[in-house]
């Protein structure tokens, strides 16, 4: 083969693949707009296109080696975003701003080291909250899987596009199940903390301030971890879980039946097992349930075990008296 032909063919794949990442961003943010149209609990948001011109142009004047991918994915969208949290996202891309130089884009300590010639990684997403990266020198794209570990990336758009779609066909799938299970909690005596819930986050593409609600679970569900674990949980607990499977909001936080799954659980005091089910501080102070007797108790960031107030109380009056707050000086 001829250095043309060579030539002729690189070009011929990189284009091929340019089209694909573009089709399969553009079907990421097809699904996740009818997403939002029937799951309240899912936010999406995508920003207006961005040239290809100019991105190169930046690329050039700064002499930053942009992905290929990265640049195809802004000219469908410059920044996206989506899941039940604008704040985490199962999927998020960061936006670009073309205007900016390089001291609006990196550290002090990155600019050291584009002078220097140093090669190091910037973030510009992550998927299901493990970030992605890029070298700034040669443009190889990485996902951080664990903490400092990077797994280069061959193919973008197999390896990160298409999960995020068969993950959002999935729950566009299951999205007639969660509203119907949420239209049987009408009744469930938890059901006006969600609706205020709601109200606080607002009808917008993206909640008003930081709220998770994850679609719910049902009674087979919930069994099901019951019968796994070999105990019951608290009833107050069980409601909640009927509406939203995994919440935040407020610095509080209460987990999924998967997250218990994966073992929230303290070291025994005095022999009793206890579970956390909430955090109600951020980083500490926790609320748990004697695995025993079902009963609660607040585990502090001392390493002690308090009276608790109870499920509702721990959780729903602080938060809302939070969030009234946190709106009021907005």
Not at 83 to 109: A, H, K, M, P
Request: net charge negative.
């Amino acid at each position: 083969m001829s250095l043309i032909d060579k030539i002729s063919s690189i070009m011929t794949k990189k284009s091929t693949e340019n089209k694909l990442i573009k089709e399969k961003m553009s079907r990421i943010i097809e699904l996740s707009e009818e997403i939002q149209k029937k799951a309240r609990w899912w936010y999406c948001a995508a920003g207006k296109p961005v040239s290809h011109e100019k991105l190169e142009e930046w690329k050039k004047k700064y002499n930053i080696s942009l992905p290929s991918e990265y640049i195809d994915i802004l000219t469908v969208a410059n920044g996206f975003t989506v899941d039940y949290s604008s704040t985490v996202g199962y999927f998020r891309i960061e936006s670009f701003d073309t205007e900016r130089d390089l001291e609006q884009c990196f550290t002090v300590n990155q600019l050291n080291m584009l002078k220097k010639k140093i090669p190091f990684k910037s973030c510009f997403g992550w998927i299901n909250h493990h970030c992605l990266y890029f070298d700034v020198f040669s443009g190889q794209v990485f996902i951080e899987y664990e903490r400092c570990k990077y797994q280069p990336v061959k193919d973008l758009a197999e390896e990160v596009l298409e999960p995020v779609i068969k993950h959002l066909e999935k729950e566009l799938a299951n999205s007639e199940k969660y509203r119907l299970l949420l239209e049987e909690s009408r009744n469930n005596p938890l059901r006006p903390m969600y609706d205020r819930l709601l109200e606080f986050a607002g009808d917008g593409p993206l909640p008003k301030m930081n709220i998770v609600l994850e679609p719910p679970a049902d009674e087979e569900a919930l069994c099901r971890w019951e019968a796994e674990n070999g105990m019951k949980l608290p009833q107050e607990y069980r409601n909640w879980v009927k509406i939203s499977n995994g919440s935040e909001f407020g610095h509080k936080f209460i987990l999924s039946l998967d997250a218990l799954r994966k073992g929230y659980k303290l070291d025994p005091i005095d022999g009793v097992e206890y579970v956390i089910l909430a955090g109600l501080t951020g980083c500490f102070d926790y609320l748990v349930f004697n695995s025993q007797t079902g009963e609660y108790a607040v585990y502090t960031e001392d390493f002690e075990l308090e009276e608790s107030a109870g499920f509702e109380e721990e959780i729903f009056e602080d938060a809302f008296e939070y969030m009234e707050e946190h709106m009021e000086e907005e």
